[in-house]
């Protein structure tokens, strides 16, 4: 039987994103707190497409979930480059942890990296729910009831905290990068999904920015609340230009709705761009070169 | 360009720079080269990836018995690429030719990309320079001063600092506590400092040893 040489074809046809999940993993790995670290979504599943993001789940000592979240935002801008903070994902589904998604560039362009960060004591029921590679498991010690009670009490602190504007910029940031991905797939039900989504949140920006203390949920009431200012009507107006648009968006309505919201967020809350002016102008960057 | 004509060949030192087989794939910019008139010492393409730095640092002091200059020329750059000397940060913009004396502590970032790419020519003086150098500016809108960062905050980044390497991310510290130097005006070495303090207080006197010898190697400090 002839040797074949497969290692050049193998190579070539190698998912795009490995070296930087690599990369990641490796940086990720670094710190004993790391107890799993395990990949998920169509890179698990040898699905991935060019688009494909990156989705790691990262298990962590209970007890140190806490200092480890708070220096997640450090770490990945000065490991990883990371364009920005994290955006905290309202989209993952609640596995008893917090999911992140950073934007990463890498080789010229952005990519969308998903992080779903674990108290180790859930990642045995985590594994039962979903289909995961894992690429680290160090198999550590059960861990105590009061370690327990500590990830717990903070996983919930922290998705009950109010998002600030800045946090509600970024969201538009990330789920533009999304639906970018979802038009060029031609997955319109997911891209209908996650346009409402981004207008939901300018919708919380423009109530976070302007009536902070509302008493009114969702979308009740913004004409009262809002339109009280020249600033607010303006708001309103760009509120309602977003969701007069189509429900299925093309790529040029996306980079339009970015620029609509780079503009609200100057007039309403300009603060809210304060160390991110380079980091706006290197997004826009990336997303020109796609 | 440089000392052997080998493209591969990087230690920068004096010679009369010789083309590179590479040069002469570029007739674009040899010509631009050709047509400046200087006596080059060593001309080179630098490209600096996003989320790359060159930590704070002196130049040349081996060379100091000719005058030369380094003059940047930007080929392909972005408003997160820049030089900080003197607790100044100046974004290196196309469309000049930008004089920097390496002599001076500096360090060089490129924090979010894309690629930053220079072409880089030492050059020693001589009347073409002088005449090429003779109306030098500085528009103060290019020179943007850094703030002062006071004691509050360089303990809260040391703290942060310190959080990581508790973690395990010891290289992480250090690099954030390094970053600072390109986020305020720093007394020169305060970047390296910190970090010997940081492994000082977890309790690592051969790692604090060694970064306060990198930073009196990397600045060139006798005393």
């Known amino acids: 039987m002839p040797t074949l040489q497969l290692a050049e074809i193998t190579?070539?046809?190698?998912?795009?994103?490995?070296?930087?999940?690599?990369?990641?993993?490796?940086?990720?790995?670094?710190?004993?707190?790391?107890?799993?670290?395990?990949?998920?979504?169509?890179?698990?599943?040898?699905?991935?497409?060019?688009?494909?993001?990156?989705?790691?789940?990262?298990?962590?000592?209970?007890a140190q979930l806490p200092v480890f979240i708070e220096a997640l935002d450090t770490l990945m801008s000065v490991e990883a480059g990371a364009l920005l903070p994290g955006?905290?994902?309202?989209?993952?589904?609640?596995?008893?942890?917090?999911?992140?998604?950073?934007?990463?560039?890498?080789d010229g362009r952005l990519h969308q990296i998903d992080l779903y960060l674990a108290p180790a004591s859930r990642i045995p029921r985590l594994r039962e729910t979903v289909s995961t590679a894992v690429i680290l498991d160090r198999e550590p010690a059960p861990?105590?009831?009061?370690?327990?009670?500590?990830?717990?009490?903070?996983?919930?602190?922290?998705?009950?905290?109010?998002?600030?504007?800045?946090?509600?910029?970024?969201?538009?940031?990330?789920?533009?990068v999304l639906l970018h991905k979802r038009i060029k797939r031609g997955q319109r039900f997911v891209a209908y999904s996650e346009w409402h989504r981004l207008h939901t949140a300018t919708k919380d920006l423009v109530k976070t920015a302007l009536a902070p203390a509302s008493q009114f949920w969702g979308w009740y009431q913004l004409r009262e609340e809002i339109a009280v200012t020249p600033i607010g009507r303006a708001c309103l107006?760009?509120?309602?230009?977003?969701?007069?648009?189509?429900?299925?968006?093309?790529?040029?309505d996306v980079n339009g709705a970015i620029e609509r919201v780079l503009a609200l967020v100057e007039r309403a809350c300009p603060q809210a761009l304060d160390n991110l002016h380079d980091a706006v102008t290197a997004y826009r960057t990336y997303q020109e070169l796609v | 360009m440089n000392a052997s004509g080998d493209a591969a060949d990087v230690t920068i030192g004096d010679c009369a720079a010789?083309?590179?087989g590479l040069l002469g794939n570029m007739p674009a910019t040899a010509a631009f080269l050709a047509d400046l008139g200087l006596n080059f010492m060593w001309v080179r393409l630098?490209?600096?990836?996003?989320?790359?730095?060159?930590?704070?640092?002196?130049?040349?002091?081996?060379?100091d018995q000719v005058e030369r200059h380094r003059l940047h020329i930007p080929l392909h750059t972005n408003s997160s690429a820049f030089l900080v000397t003197g607790g100044t940060k100046v974004h290196m913009a196309g469309g000049r030719i930008w004089r920097l004396t390496p002599t001076y502590a500096h360090g060089v970032c490129n924090l979010l990309g894309p690629d930053r790419i220079h072409l880089i020519a030492d050059v020693y003086a001589d009347d073409t320079y002088r005449r090429l150098a003779r109306r030098p500016a500085l528009h103060p809108a290019v020179a943007e001063p850094l703030p002062a960062a006071d004691q509050t905050t360089l303990a809260e980044r040391l703290e942060t600092a310190r959080n990581m390497a508790t973690l395990g991310y010891t290289e992480a510290a250090e690099r954030m506590l390094l970053r600072?130097?390109?986020?305020?005006?720093?007394?020169?070495?305060?970047?390296?400092?910190?970090?010997?303090?940081?492994?000082?207080?977890?309790?690592?006197?051969?790692?604090?040893?060694?970064?306060?010898?990198?930073?009196?190697?990397?600045?060139?400090?006798?005393?």
């Not at chain 2, 007394?187 to 930073?215: C, F, N, Q, V």
Request: glycine share 6%.
């Open chain 1, 87 to 106: 955006w905290r994902d309202t989209i993952v589904a609640d596995l008893g942890g917090l999911g992140m998604v950073f934007l990463v560039p890498d």
């Open chain 1, 143 to 176: 861990a105590a009831t009061p370690d327990i009670a500590v990830a717990e009490s903070f996983a919930a602190a922290f998705l009950a905290r109010p998002r600030t504007c800045t946090e509600l910029l970024i969201e538009h940031l990330v789920l533009a």
């Open chain 1, 11 to 62: 190579q070539a046809n190698r998912p795009a994103q490995l070296p930087l999940l690599s990369k990641l993993a490796d940086i990720l790995a670094t710190s004993p707190a790391v107890t799993h670290l395990m990949v998920r979504g169509s890179l698990a599943h040898g699905t991935a497409d060019r688009l494909s993001d990156v989705d790691f789940v990262v298990g962590v000592h209970d």
């Open chain 2, 18 to 20: 010789r083309p590179t």
């Open chain 2, 180 to 223: 600072l130097f390109y986020t305020y005006a720093l007394p020169e070495g305060t970047a390296y400092d910190l970090i010997a303090e940081l492994h000082t207080s977890l309790g690592d006197m051969e790692a604090a040893t060694r970064w306060t010898a990198a930073k009196r190697r990397l600045l060139a400090l006798t005393a």
């Open chain 2, 46 to 63: 630098a490209r600096l990836e996003g989320n790359a730095f060159l930590w704070e640092h002196r130049d040349y002091d081996e060379l």
């Open chain 1, 237 to 252: 107006g760009d509120l309602d230009a977003a969701i007069s648009g189509p429900a299925i968006p093309e790529a040029a």
